[in-house]
């Protein structure tokens, strides 16, 4: 493979890293950029669940008294969104490379949507009253399928469950919302890998890249304005939305 792609993706992988310690939205640079590499939409999918995988694994560890704290509705929750990450990664499968790419633009607008939209949402979600556990989970699972078909935007939508359920503290909500996503994309990037849907070297490249834009994002999150780039982050989205509808 030609070393400049190796490096484009790499970099590309820094920016998404970066974005998303800073404000969220990291797949909008890194999925088109697979794309751009040459792979097919589906396998930049799936090499990119495996790029952007430490991002929510990593923070696991550091709410450990939050997780065991949470008690045992979380292992049957932990179960329904496994089943639904396996699904949706089966589905995407089944789709094949050119019905999602198909799909690719209402995906990307669906997420820039739910990106945009997530703060009202979660505000929203917040004022209505605590749901029962299986309401909860019937709507995480729902999420979840979401999650191992795309992904971009899951982090939001699972914020909103768990405000649902009535999860205010937003430690608690961060820690559920990494655990739960962690299993969902370790599904994903399983079934992915099992298939052989997955361009490693791409992917390790855009890996590497997230993981020092990540910490570095991460130091420089309280210099940037957040909602400054949240709203570059819609902005590429959109552009890209548009983009691949008339592609």
């Known amino acids: 493979m030609d070393p400049l792609i190796i490096v484009f993706l790499f970099l590309a992988g820094i920016i998404g890293g970066g974005v998303n310690a800073i404000a969220g939205g990291g797949t909008f640079f ?65 789709t094949g490379s050119v019905a999602f790419e198909g799909l690719v633009p209402w995906l990307l607008l669906a997420a820039t949507l739910l990106f945009a939209f997530g703060p009202a949402l979660a505000s929203a979600s917040a004022r209505l009253q605590s ?45 559920q919302k990494n655990w739960l996503a962690t299993i969902i994309t370790s599904i994903s990037v399983l079934v992915f890998a099992i298939a052989g849907a997955v361009a490693w070297l791409q992917a390790s490249a855009v ?14 999150a309280r210099r940037i304005p957040g909602g400054a780039l949240r709203v570059v982050v819609i902005g590429v989205g959109l552009a890209l939305s548009a983009y691949y509808f008339v592609a």
């Open 207 to 220: 890996l590497f890249g997230a993981l020092i834009g990540g910490y570095g994002g991460a130091r420089v």
């Open 30 to 94: 890194t999925f088109p950029a697979l794309i751009a590499a040459g792979l097919d939409p589906l396998t930049a999918n799936a090499s990119n669940a495996v790029a952007i995988y430490p991002g929510h694994a990593a923070a696991v560890p550091a709410y450990k008294e939050e997780l065991k704290a949470a008690g045992r509705p979380l292992i049957l929750r932990s179960a329904i969104v496994a089943l639904g990450g396996l699904l949706g990664a089966g589905l995407l499968l089944q």
């Open 131 to 175: 749901g029962s556990l299986w309401l909860t989970s019937g709507v995480e699972f729902l999420f979840a399928v979401y999650g191992g078909y795309f992904g971009a935007g899951l982090g939001v939508l699972l914020m909103a469950a768990l405000t649902i359920i009535g999860v205010r503290d937003i430690q608690m909500a961060n820690a």
